[in-house]
C-alpha cells in the first residue's frame, strides 16, 4: 500500500472529481482542477531541478495556491516545508537555512523579507510570487509569478510511484525557542493525525482507498480556522480532503469574516485552536447576526480550550457538538473529549486517551489507570522519525521503551474516576512555587473565567523565599477596567491559595502565535520591561 499523502489525494480526486475541494475568498477549485494545476506546478518545479527529497518552502497565508503547491511537492516525493508568515528576517533566515530550501513559494507581500534574507540562502536557487494584490517587486531576485509558472508545467498526473515511506517535515515553533522541524514518514503521520487510525474507536483505516470511497456518498464542508503553517490547520484540511469533503479557507484569522464564510458555504465542521480563536468567535457571533445553523460540529485542537469560553460556545450553540482534541505536531493526536453543557472542566481538557497514548512515570514506566495517577503523556506506534538535524534534542522527546518507539512531549495528565484523563500542561513551563507544582493551564482558565478578562498567560518569575511564584500578564476585554482585588478574589475561589498569582501585569494584548498557542517567552519578556500591577 502507498499510504502516501500525494496518494490519498490522488484517490479522492479520481472518486470524486467534480465535488469542490476548496473555496477561499471568492475562488474555489473542483478536486479536478486542484489536481491539474498541482501537477503543473509540480512539473514546474521539476523542470527547475526540485526533485525526491527537495525542500520547498510555502511561505503564504491560507489560500488555494498554498494547498497547490504542497500536494504538488508530494507529487514529487519532495517535502514541503511550513514558513511562519509573521516571522521577521532574521527568524526566517534561520528557517531557510536549517531546513536547507532549494525552492519557495510566496506571497508577494512577502517580498522584501525574502530579497533580505536570499542572499545568506546559498541552496535556494528558485523562487515563485503569489499575486496578492501587493506591488512588492519579486523581479529583483529572479522570482517569477506563480501562474506564468503554473502555464508552463504539464497538467497531467505522470509521476512515478511513492512510497510511505517518503518524509514530511512540520516545522514547529513551541511555546519557546527556535523552530523544529517534526520529521514524520507519511504513513506515520497520516495514521497519527490524518484519519489513518479512527480517532473515536481507535481502528485502523485498513487500505488507502477507504477514505476516498466513503466521500463518494457524501461528505461535510470544513473550516479549518488556523493558518495552514500549523499543523491542527494542515491536518484538518489534508484529512477532509482525503475523504472528498470540501475545505474553506479565509485567508487570516478575522472573526467576522470566518463566520460570514460559514454562512456563505454551509459549514458543517469548524477546526480552531484554543481560547486565542474561540473568545473572538463567540464574540463575533454575539455581536452579529449571522446564520450558523449549518454548523454541526466545533473541534479545538492544541491549545487550551478554557472552561468559560465552552460554556460560552454552547450557550450561544447549544445544537452544535463540541470536542476538545489533544496532541501536538510532534505526538499527533492524543486523546479528544465530547464538552456538555454542565460538564465541569475547569482544571483543565479531560478526554479519553487514543489507543497509541499513555502515562508515564519519571523512570518510563507505564502509570496504572487509577483515580489520581498523574503522568507524562506519551504515544506509541506512528511517531516522528525525529527533529530534523537536531540528534540531541531529538533523543530528549523520542525514546525507544521496552523496543518500542514512543514520543513523550512533556504534558502531564491525571487519571480521573471513570478512566478517562485531565490534562495539566506542559512540565517545562510548570511554575515550582515552594515545592509546590503549579501548572500555567489551570491558572489561565481560572482568570479567563472572570468577566473581565479576555486572555492571559501565567508565568514563574523569581522569588527569595519561594525560588519561583507565580505571576500573570492579563489582558482585559474592550471597554473594561480590571479590578486586581477582585480578580484575585475570583481565582481563589477555583484555585488552591499557591495557585494565585502574586504578581500581575496587564498588556494592551497578549502574545500569542499565529497559531493561537501561548507565547511564554514574549510573557517572560513582557514582564521583565514593564513595571507589574500586583
Known amino acids: 500500500m502507498a499510504l502516501n499523502i500525494a496518494d490519498l489525494f490522488e484517490h479522492a480526486v479520481d472518486a470524486v472529481p467534480d465535488r469542490i475541494a476548496v473555496a477561499c475568498g471568492d475562488r474555489q477549485v473542483t478536486y479536478a482542477e486542484l489536481d491539474a494545476r498541482a501537477n503543473r506546478m509540480a512539473h514546474h518545479l521539476a523542470a527547475h531541478g526540485v526533485g525526491a527529497g527537495a525542500h520547498i518552502g510555502v511561505y503564504s497565508r491560507n489560500s488555494i495556491e498554498a494547498l497547490e503547491t504542497m500536494y504538488a511537492a508530494y507529487k514529487l516525493r519532495a517535502i514541503a516545508i511550513n514558513v511562519n508568515y509573521r516571522y521577521v528576517a532574521a527568524e526566517l533566515r534561520y528557517l531557510f537555512d536549517n531546513s536547507d530550501l532549494v525552492a519557495l513559494v510566496h506571497e508577494r507581500r512577502y517580498a522584501d523579507l525574502v530579497a533580505e534574507v536570499l542572499p545568506d540562502v546559498e541552496k535556494l536557487k528558485h523562487v515563485i510570487a503569489v499575486e496578492d494584490g501587493s506591488d512588492a517587486d519579486y523581479t529583483r531576485y529572479g522570482g517569477i509569478d506563480y501562474e506564468t509558472a503554473m502555464a508552463e508545467g504539464s497538467p497531467d498526473r505522470d509521476f512515478g510511484e511513492r512510497s510511505g515511506d517518503d518524509l514530511y517535515i512540520l516545522y514547529t515553533g513551541g511555546t519557546t525557542g527556535y523552530p523544529k522541524g517534526v520529521l514524520w514518514r507519511h504513513e506515520d503521520v497520516w495514521r497519527a493525525l490524518g484519519g489513518g487510525i479512527d480517532f473515536v474507536t481507535g481502528e485502523y483505516i485498513p487500505d488507502e482507498w477507504t477514505l476516498a470511497q466513503r466521500g463518494k456518498d457524501g461528505a461535510l464542508v470544513r473550516l479549518p480556522v488556523a493558518p495552514l503553517i500549523h499543523g491542527a490547520a494542515q491536518w484538518a484540511a489534508f484529512g477532509a480532503m482525503f475523504g472528498g469533503s470540501t475545505v474553506v479557507l479565509v485567508p487570516q484569522f478575522d472573526p467576522d469574516e470566518i463566520w460570514k464564510a460559514v454562512q456563505r458555504h454551509g459549514v458543517q465542521v469548524m477546526t480552531i485552536v484554543g481560547d486565542a480563536m474561540a473568545r473572538p468567535l463567540i464574540e463575533a457571533y454575539r455581536g452579529g447576526d449571522y446564520d450558523a445553523s449549518s454548523l454541526v460540529a466545533v473541534s479545538s485542537h492544541a491549545a487550551l480550550f478554557s472552561h468559560s469560553v465552552k460554556q460560552d460556545f454552547l450557550g450561544e450553540l447549544p445544537n452544535v457538538v463540541l470536542t476538545d482534541a489533544i496532541g501536538s505536531s510532534e505526538s499527533g493526536f492524543t486523546g479528544i473529549g465530547v464538552v456538555g453543557k454542565d460538564a465541569d472542566h475547569t482544571a483543565g481538557p479531560r478526554v479519553s486517551m487514543g489507543a497509541q497514548a499513555v502515562l508515564l512515570d519519571d523512570e518510563d514506566n507505564v502509570v496504572e489507570a487509577v483515580p489520581g495517577a498523574t503522568g507524562r503523556l506519551a504515544r506509541r506506534a506512528h511517531v516522528p522519525l525525529g527533529y530534523y538535524k537536531d540528534p540531541d534534542k531529538s533523543k530528549t522527546i523520542f525514546v525507544e521503551i521496552g523496543g518500542e518507539r514512543y514520543v513523550i512531549p512533556g504534558d502531564y495528565a491525571r487519571y480521573e474516576d471513570d478512566g478517562t ?75 488552591a491559595g499557591y495557585k494565585v498569582p502574586r504578581s500581575i501585569w496587564v498588556a494592551e494584548q497578549v502574545g500569542r502565535t499565529p497559531s493561537g498557542k501561548p507565547d511564554y517567552t514574549w510573557a517572560q519578556k513582557y514582564a521583565a520591561e514593564h513595571a507589574r500591577r500586583v
Open 421 to 495: 484523563v485531565t490534562l495539566l500542561g506542559r512540565g517545562s513551563q510548570c511554575v515550582n512555587t515552594g515545592g509546590e507544582k503549579v501548572f500555567p493551564e489551570e491558572v489561565e482558565g481560572a482568570l479567563k473565567a472572570h468577566p473581565d478578562v479576555f486572555d492571559a498567560l501565567v508565568i514563574g518569575v523569581p522569588d527569595e523565599r519561594l525560588g519561583q511564584r507565580v505571576a500573570a500578564v492579563v489582558q482585559a476585554r474592550d471597554g473594561r477596567e480590571l479590578d486586581l482585588a477582585a480578580l484575585e478574589a475570583h481565582v481563589r475561589t477555583q484555585l
